[in-house]
């Protein structure tokens, strides 16, 4: 009988250069069903872009993606994330809640951290 293959341990992707072209092929990679999202926040970040005469907006927009396909990247992370995500969500017991939001907190420092972005703002 052949084993089932394990989970790939690595990535599923390498890092993409955080330019909007390069996440938005990493995001329809690994995770599709976010592309609407992917796409109404890029017109949002820039209008806003546009309303204030500022980059900055959209600087926001990529970072938060580069996030989000940084942790995608890595499956098991990513699920870890999803479930302490619902943890949160799901649970009527304060202690519980407040441990998974930290745990999910960590996941996105490393993230931010291993794309040399500060941790204070960037989300998912």
Known sequence: MTATP???QGPLIT???QT???LRRAVAHITPASLPAFNSGLVEAAEEADERGSIGPIRRFVQQWAVHVEIERH???AARLHELEALTL???DRET???AAAEAGRIYATACTALGLRTGGATR
């Open 6 to 8: 394990a989970e790939p």
């Open 15 to 17: 890092r993409p250069p």
């Open 20 to 22: 909007i072209h390069a």
């Open 75 to 77: 499956p098991q992370q």
């Open 90 to 92: 799901n649970t009527d």
């Open 97 to 99: 809640a407040r441990a």
